[in-house]
């Protein structure tokens, strides 16, 4: 049975679960009514960062436009522009064993593409939530369900996977940001 997480809480992901290595981060979503015209168009990515919380190369950015690491350790499913599917509306698959010494965390995160142009944000999205499987056997380990803590955000740090004493940790974050994927690439040291 999977753990159920609040903002701020953190959990043993690999102790006891000898081999665990290959993961899917699910995130998905549902847009409230809205009557601006647009379609929400939400985009989750990986920020793979060494200890100082930052990548060491644009390549450690792994969205839509660059849906593989050079390691194969995260591949990303995908972009998907509307989010009317039922279950997960974006998928990351990481592979622990192929991720590289220098990174110390994965940062999970969704912005909300074009968000100023379409007047969009977090308060107009509702059930967000991030879960990790375990690809092998399709169990959910743990889920983070964001509630409704977002009102002019247009990025949120969903949550992150981390080292811990040669164990891998999840942190469920919940934070927010005004500037879309622009802030949330020079928070984590992108080049944009």
């Known amino acids: 049975m999977a753990v ?3 903002k ?7 102790k006891g679960r000898a081999g665990l290595s290959k993961l ?5 979503w549902d847009t409230n009514k809205y009557d601006g015209g647009f379609d929400f168009d939400l985009d989750a990515s990986a920020f793979l960062c060494g200890e100082n919380g930052k990548v060491s190369s644009d390549a450690d950015f792994i ?6 690491h050079s390691s194969g350790a995260v591949e ?7 989010g009317g599917s039922e279950g997960d509306d974006e998928v990351i698959k990481v592979d ?6 220098n990174v110390s965390k994965i940062a999970f995160t969704v912005t909300i593409y074009e968000a100023d142009e379409r007047r969009q944000n977090f308060g107009q999205v509702s059930n967000a ?9 399709g169990e959910e380990l743990i889920r983070y369900d964001l509630g409704e803590d977002f009102s002019i955000e247009t990025a949120i740090v969903v949550g992150e996977l981390y080292r811990n004493n040669g164990e891998w940790k999840f942190n ?3 934070s927010g940001f005004q500037g879309g994927l622009f802030a949330l690439c020079q928070n984590f040291g992108v080049n944009v």
């Open 4 to 6: 159920s997480l609040s």
């Open 8 to 14: 701020g809480q953190k959990v043993d992901l690999t």
């Open 24 to 28: 899917i981060v699910g995130l998905g």
């Open 63 to 68: 969205f839509y436009s660059n849906t593989k």
């Open 76 to 82: 990303h499913s995908g972009d998907n522009t509307d």
């Open 96 to 101: 622990l064993s192929l991720v590289p010494a």
């Open 129 to 137: 939530y991030i879960h990790v499987l375990d690809q092998a056997t």
């Open 172 to 174: 469920a974050i919940g």
